[in-house]
């Protein structure tokens, strides 16, 4: 099933793009992510553990963590 990207996704892409020029920009940040495992978040998710950052996903259905964790599986 494919999904149309999300506008507010994009955009966030477009700052972590330009941002790259640097080396991994939040790395030893951690970052509480909220509705991690809907559509935004299994966009947000892997972009920001590729820039670094250690990710915690509160979540209620283990159904939508083994999808997110299909997406990323060596960092979820």
């Not at 099933?1 to 793009?17: A, E, G, Q, T």
């Not at 951690?30 to 996903?57: C, E």
């Amino acid at each position: 099933m494919s999904r149309k990207p999300h506008p507010i996704l994009n955009k966030y892409r477009v700052i972590l793009n330009k941002r790259s020029q640097y080396n991994q920009p939040m790395k030893g940040k951690q970052v509480l992510l909220t509705g991690g495992t809907g559509g935004l978040g299994m966009g947000v998710t892997p972009l920001a553990i590729s820039q670094g950052a250690k990710v915690t996903i509160p979540y209620r259905n283990e159904t939508e963590v083994e999808r997110l964790k299909s997406i990323k599986t060596n960092h979820v």
